[in-house]
């Protein structure tokens, strides 16, 4: 008779499938897990650019002496003349310009001369957007082209709506 030590192939095969299954759940886990990282990461670092912009905004407008709204070929300018530059000390001009569905800024450290002048070399991105809606509310009336003092900022980016008092 023969002596019987090793396993059948029916043995491997099934214990190699148990193993490959274990092993393909286990690459799926982790790349679930990658992959939701990732993401997470992304709408996190977005969440920081909206929250970043709401709080130098937030100085911005506090300090704001004088705001200038125009709509132009269908994207805001938007200036404050405020003192709490990101550059500058003192009365400065923050203008918020769109450029290829971009915000940009601009900051210049005088106020006099056109409101609506800036260099976009000097300027920098602030965020991305798919939709940017600004209004200004000034006396109870809603504008989107305006010179004056106001008393309240509405700006909508994307899902997003910051209001500014």
Do not use: C
């Not at 530059?85 to 009365?91: A, D, I, Q, S, T």
């Not at 450290?109 to 070399?121: A, M, N």
């Not at 809603?142 to 910051?162: A, C, T, V, W, Y």
């Amino acid at each position: 008779m023969l002596n019987k030590k090793g396993f059948t192939l029916i043995e491997v095969i099934i214990t190699i499938m148990i193993l490959s299954l274990v092993f393909s759940i286990l690459a799926f886990s982790i790349y679930s897990t990658i992959q939701n990282s990732i993401d997470i990461k992304g709408q996190s670092e977005k969440l920081k650019e909206y929250t970043s912009f709401f709080w130098d905004m937030q100085k911005k407008f506090s300090t704001n002496t004088k705001t200038f709204l125009r709509n132009n070929d269908g994207h805001p300018i938007l200036v404050l003349y405020n003192t709490s530059g990101n550059y500058y000390k003192g009365l400065v001009k923050s203008v918020f310009f769109v450029k290829d569905n971009d915000l940009y800024y601009y900051e210049f450290p005088y106020v006099y001369g056109d409101p609506y002048f800036y260099d976009e070399k000097q300027s920098y991105k602030v965020l991305h957007f798919e939709n940017l809606d600004i209004s200004l509310v000034s006396q109870g009336k809603s504008f989107k082209d305006f010179e004056g003092n106001l008393d309240m900022l509405i700006i909508q980016i994307n899902d997003k709506r910051m209001v500014f008092k």
